[in-house]
């Protein structure tokens, strides 16, 4: 898993799964970057979570 880069996006108003839980994660995923969303919670369709996902699909894409 070292080396598969990935992107985590954390709603900062997630009350499903705390921040801490990412942040753990990407200690111990070192391609993977952290993006937490200010305004968000936990759902997809949030507008800043849709959008960081689509973002980091954008930039897997353009890599390849």
Known sequence: MEDVPGVLVHGR???MGPIAN??????AWPRADLV???DAGHAWNERGIE????????RFASER
């Open 51 to 58: 959008k960081q996902l689509v973002l980091a699909t954008d």
């Open 13 to 15: 108003r997630d009350l």
């Open 36 to 38: 937490v969303v200010d």
């Open 22 to 27: 990412a942040w753990e994660l990407t200690r």
